[in-house]
């Protein structure tokens, strides 16, 4: 062993020494020598709380919710040789004015639109004629959603999705497709049925839930085609009942934060038992997508409606035939009702069964076979919900005093398209809107006056129109249409009236905001 000056080991020698001796140590003490081993940090692992899934009710009820594709016939105009005129979907006279194939035709003096000239020249049967080659190709139009609400094939739908469509095609979560058939449908309600042929094959279906079951605070769980994706699954909760968003006299809708979009119309909104709660029906959205306020058509309505539609492919409602409005504060007081309840009647239609059983203007219907009524939209959903030719018997308010009616319900008339016209409306009737207004909501879009007297203010839009999908806005206002300025919606609708006689198809619309000027093309004949 090495030693220092004075004649003791160096701290080197001596820290050698200990470590030598120590690892023959653990040799001798263990029979194996000893590993030396690195350590390192574990990967992050957290126990999580447990949380309720959906994706068991996802995985049961999808093969029974369907995307519904809407189809209606395009009239292709065909040349001599019969080619059908169809430049990617467009027709002749979407293309501009200053495409080769217009300057072509306006050079030669022909026009392809000339069905009349086709036919002299070939017939009937010939190219351009109603039965030759290439007349009413089917093309999608609308997509939506649906379900099944029975094994043998019956699908569920929102009447708007439907009402426009020739032919229906059913589009299962597999990918299937299989052609549909209208069995019924119901504006008053927005509900339709169609009827799928599985050739013996027995269909998955869902089965309504307990509207009394329905809580606010529930999670409930859509499913639907949102955009065309296909089967989509989003969650929420019920957040309110008893919604009233002014589309009919039977509103009774669930608000639901689920986030639903265009294209989940007619689409379920199930509870965690896979029943089915609501249908997709509406959103509230200033920005045209979903904020989380979402309108389902609770089942209890839904069963019923699909019943009758089902059955007789139509739905017979009771009427009573008297126009009623809300009873306000100021109203009860003036006639002595304890609290603003009830349906306040303005006038009895002449000759209906309101008229034959004795009511009269300014009684207020306050009770319906024993059960109170809450206001005038719950009356009129109630009678509504009767079969014709069933006794009510009414408690009415009159002269200060309680009486009773009894008023045996005759049959809501067929043409009463619109809560307006409809005697268990909850308002007064309303003066007919005017023709252009009409023609106007045909194209999804109502107009008022503009502030400066130049053009017309956009001053409400249907979200499922064609001018929504070309982004045209509340607020927005129309200063020229197939560049003629306008200031009136008479000035708009004797424009298209023109365009109609030219045989064009769509209208150019100028669009002022506060981004500028632009043009869009919408179709004349109502929603694209």
């Known amino acids: ?97 200053d495409h080769p194939l217009k300057r072509f035709f306006k050079q030669f003096g022909q026009d392809p639109n000339d069905e009349q000239g086709h036919q002299r020249r070939f017939g009937q049967n010939g190219p351009g004629g109603p039965n030759g080659p290439g007349k009413g190709r089917l093309r999608p139009v609308a997509q939506g959603s649906g379900f ?53 094959k027995k269909f998955t279906y869902v089965n309504w839930a307990d509207d009394n079951n329905v809580r606010v605070g529930d999670w409930v769980v859509a499913v639907g085609n949102p955009f065309g994706l296909g089967g989509t699954v989003t969650a929420g909760i019920v957040s309110a009942r008893g919604r009233d968003i002014g589309s009919g006299p039977y509103d009774d809708y669930l608000q639901v934060d689920a986030a639903v979009n265009r294209g989940n119309s007619g689409g379920p909104t199930f509870n965690l038992n896979g029943e089915v709660v609501g249908i997709n029906t509406a959103i509230f959205s200033p920005s045209g997508g979903s904020v989380g306020i979402a309108f389902a058509i609770p089942a209890s309505t839904a069963r019923d409606v699909v019943a009758d539609l089902m059955k007789d492919g139509q739905v017979s409602r009771g009427w009573l035939g008297v126009q009623i409005q809300p009873v306000t504060k100021d109203i009860a007081e003036s006639i002595g009702l304890s609290e603003p309840s009830g349906a306040l009647v303005v006038a009895p239609q002449p000759g209906s069964p309101g008229d034959k059983a004795g009511m009269k203007a300014g009684d207020v219907v306050t009770a319906l076979n024993g059960e109170t009524i809450k206001d005038a939209r719950d009356l009129s959903r109630r009678i509504g919900a009767m079969q014709p030719g069933s006794k009510a018997e009414l408690s009415v308010w009159r002269a200060g005093k309680a009486q009773s009616l009894t008023v045996e319900l005759g049959t809501l008339p067929a043409d009463q398209k619109d809560a307006n016209a409809d005697d268990n409306n909850n308002q007064p009737q309303q003066p007919e809107a005017p023709a252009s207004e009409k023609a106007l909501a045909d194209l999804g879009l109502t107009v008022g006056p503009s502030d400066d007297g130049k053009g017309l203010t956009i001053t409400g839009i249907d979200p499922d129109s064609d001018a929504a999908d070309k982004g045209i806005k509340e607020g927005e206002k129309i200063t020229s249409v197939n560049n003629q300025e306008v200031s009136t919606a008479a000035d708009v609708v004797k424009v298209l009236n023109q365009a109609k006689k030219d045989g064009r198809t769509r209208a150019l619309f100028q669009i002022q905001s506060s981004e500028g000027s632009r043009f869009v093309a919408l179709p004349i004949n109502g929603q694209g």
Request: charged letters at 20%.
């Open 1 to 97: 062993m090495l030693k220092n000056f004075n004649g003791r080991p160096s701290l080197a020698t001596v820290l050698k020494a200990s470590t030598v001796a120590g690892i023959a140590a653990a040799v001798l003490a263990t029979g194996v020598p000893l590993e030396i081993t690195r350590s390192y940090a574990e990967a992050v692992k957290v126990q999580a709380p447990a949380v309720p899934s959906f994706a068991n009710v996802v995985d049961a009820v999808s093969p029974a919710v369907v995307s519904v594709r809407v189809e209606n016939r395009v009239n292709p105009v065909a040349d001599n040789d019969g080619f059908s005129f169809d430049f990617n979907g467009r027709g002749f006279d979407d293309l501009p004015d």
């Open 148 to 200: 099944f609400i029975s094994e043998d094939g019956y699908i569920v739908t929102n009447n708007h999705v439907v009402s426009d469509g020739q032919a229906f095609v059913a589009v299962m979560n597999d990918g299937t497709e299989l052609d549909a058939k209208l069995i019924g449908k119901d504006p008053r309600t927005d509900l339709a049925v169609l009827k799928v042929d599985g050739k013996g």
